[in-house]
């Protein structure tokens, strides 16, 4: 059975920083991925990684602000993300699946979500 277990989501202020993992169990996948959904709004695509090539993307918003990294023999991503602004808050979903795609419907695999909250 595929598990997807998201944590270290919180409150931090402004400017702040936060790590997010997501250990991955079941099976493997070749790709993994953030998405965050803030309230009202729908889920929106943060960063994804190549699990076995390391490849990786960004949304504008986030780039050079957050780190997506993959721990292969413990199977766990993670999301470091620093200079947090409010508009960051949101609850944020880790996914698998096989395409390095940037869509919510190219995903197979999702956690149950962490909140983040950046207060300003």
């Known amino acids: 059975q595929v598990q997807l277990v998201e944590s270290g989501g919180g409150l931090v202020q402004a400017g702040g920083s936060l790590r997010l993992s997501c250990a991955a169990s079941?099976?493997?996948?070749?790709?993994m991925g953030w998405f965050r959904q803030a309230p009202g709004k729908e889920r929106e695509f943060v960063a994804l990684?190549?699990?076995?090539?390391?490849?990786?993307y960004y949304v504008d918003s986030v780039r050079g602000r957050f780190a997506i990294s993959r721990d292969n023999p413990k199977n766990t991503m993670y999301l470091q993300m620093d200079s947090l602004k409010p508009e960051d808050t949101a609850i944020y979903y880790c996914?698998?699946?096989?395409?390095?795609?940037?869509?919510?419907?190219?995903?197979?695999?999702w956690g149950q979500g962490t909140e983040v909250t950046v207060s300003s």
């Open positions: 990684i190549g699990w076995n090539t390391g490849y990786t």
């Open positions: 079941g099976r493997t996948f070749s790709t």
């Open positions: 996914a698998a699946g096989h395409i390095p795609g940037r869509m919510v419907d190219e995903y197979d695999y």
